[in-house]
């Protein structure tokens, strides 16, 4: 027979740890950082900027983490080259995942969108992600400074393949360049 003082003591032990884990979380300035979430895209708004939803109704605006793609026409500001093959790849990446999203928040930025890794299932275990999706066929290029990505590493070896490949907006400032002269 067990000694009775023994379940008391165990039950105290876990009763802390459990304390002590959401003190440490309710300290940090973003919480929800290591988790992954669960939205539905409901916008693409460029190729590095979309806007997710849950079924309870809350939106979020997404800005893809660690990436810069081609802006598109705004009023009468006209659309970076390559701005309209940026967002019709994330449209076909999220199309792809009928529109279910994994999104990793890293930050918020200065217009209080969520900066995150955004992924979706692949064929089996595999995720896809979008940011390594668009860098490696040249339709965004890696963004310097600011939030570091968890798989920040990943974007720029998928931008080295791009710029291998002589392929969208690394090859395009070549060009432009080359104009220019």
Known sequence: MKPFWRTPI???AIAGAIITTILIFQRTNQPSITFTEE???TQVIDGDSITVGQTDGSKMSVELCGIDAPQVKQ???PGQALSNESKQKLLKLVAAADNQLMIIPVAKDEQGRTVAEVMARG???AEISFQEELLKSGLAKTRLGGVECPNQL???QA??????SKVGVGSQSKRNSRDQQ
């Open 10 to 12: 165990i039950l105290t």
């Open 39 to 41: 939205w539905t895209a």
């Open 75 to 77: 009023g009468e500001v």
């Open 123 to 125: 064929q089996g275990e």
């Open 154 to 156: 990943s974007f720029e």
């Open 159 to 164: 931008a080295e393949i791009a710029k291998a």
